[in-house]
């Protein structure tokens, strides 16, 4: 729901692992549970089994690591002192922001949370 329309509730994407993260870029990552996660992230190349036991989120990249911390889109970061976004952080948003657990209410997420970049949307069951 957080990224309707262009993403709906048990849609599948193929998503790219490894690759580096830019503004725009749509990105699977681990969910959060309540403030923060409760295992620690996946260690890098982790398999089908490791992957299915977490929860998983789709947002869009609005900034990474260096850029100017985007506090017109994103208010809960003007109270944070930094004018760039830190290393190892990066900014996300859901296109529907009614409903979007996104940085709006986290601020930065971790870039160590991310799976991959969405690299095409897989076709629609039923």
């Known amino acids: 729901m957080s990224m309707e329309p262009a993403y709906r509730e048990g849609d599948q994407v193929l998503v790219r692992r490894g690759r580096t993260l830019e503004q725009g870029q749509v990105v699977v990552l681990e969910q959060p549970s309540g403030t923060g996660w409760r295992l620690p992230p996946l260690r890098q190349g982790a398999g089908a089994a ?28 003007a109270t944070f002192p930094e004018t760039r976004v830190p290393p190892g952080k ?19 997420f971790p870039t160590d949370r991310v799976l991959g970049v969405v690299a095409r949307d897989l076709p629609r069951r039923g």
């Open 50 to 77: 490791a992957i299915a036991t977490r929860s998983w989120l789709i947002k869009r990249v609005i900034a990474v690591a260096g850029d100017p911390v985007p506090r017109d889109q994103v208010p809960l970061l």
């Open 90 to 108: 990066i900014v996300l948003l859901g296109d529907n922001q009614a409903v979007s657990l996104d940085s709006r209410r986290l601020g930065y």
